[in-house]
């Protein structure tokens, strides 16, 4: 059975827990371009994580090209059981704009609070931005890896492929007589501290948890397993090298 071969197997996958911790956050890391070429508020955002804080860099329309409102330090939040970055700017003409965003499948909603110093209402805007990932990217993680480890115990191969900008994560773990499938899921590119991301998330019958966080050194993949259990065992993290096949 699938999920007394994951028991067996669970024990020797983990990732950091930061990364574990951040996973919602990194999902706002990116570029994010308003779906409404037209647009004559926000249009632009771009979103970098670092050392765990966000950093949000908004645009807003403007001619000849966007007006850049800068890259300022966000809040990062949870409200509802839904995660949030604000980021509050104040213009030198006395105009504030403070944008609330939240992630909604594989966009991204901005709620854009502007407030005047004239007798101009204060006014809120919806706008819905996709993500604008750089195809060579992620695409540099495609592929089949294996561990360089053949007796490994733990991940023993990933396959990763890019559908559009989307990654998908193909795990496969040490078991007998042959690995365990973990099954083929859609996952998260993210950028943090200037490094590249892709983070899979598995959640199986039986209450484990395992997450993948892989990232590229040099021609190899390094990959930390972070795995949580639903008795009294404590969370495991292991890193693997994986080599491309």
Known sequence: M?????ILTALLVSISSFAFA???LNAF???WENIDNNTRGLTKVLVKIKSGNPYVQGYGACSPRDCNWGSIKGTYFKTDGKNFISANYKHNNGITNQIVMRISGDKMIAKVHTTFKDSRKP???YYTMKKKNSTSEVGAFSGI???QDANTRGLTKVKVKVTGNTPYVHG???CSPRDC???NIRSTFFNTDGKNFISANYKFDNGITQQIVMRL???KMIAKVHSTYKDSRKPQTNYYTMRRQ
């Open 123 to 125: 006014m809120t805007k």
């Open 145 to 147: 890896w294996v561990n």
């Open 22 to 24: 951040h996973t919602s």
């Open 217 to 219: 050194s040099g021609g």
């Open 172 to 174: 496969f773990g040490s």
């Open 29 to 31: 890391a990116g570029n």
């Open 181 to 183: 499938d973990w099954g």
């Open 2 to 6: 699938k999920s007394i071969q994951i």
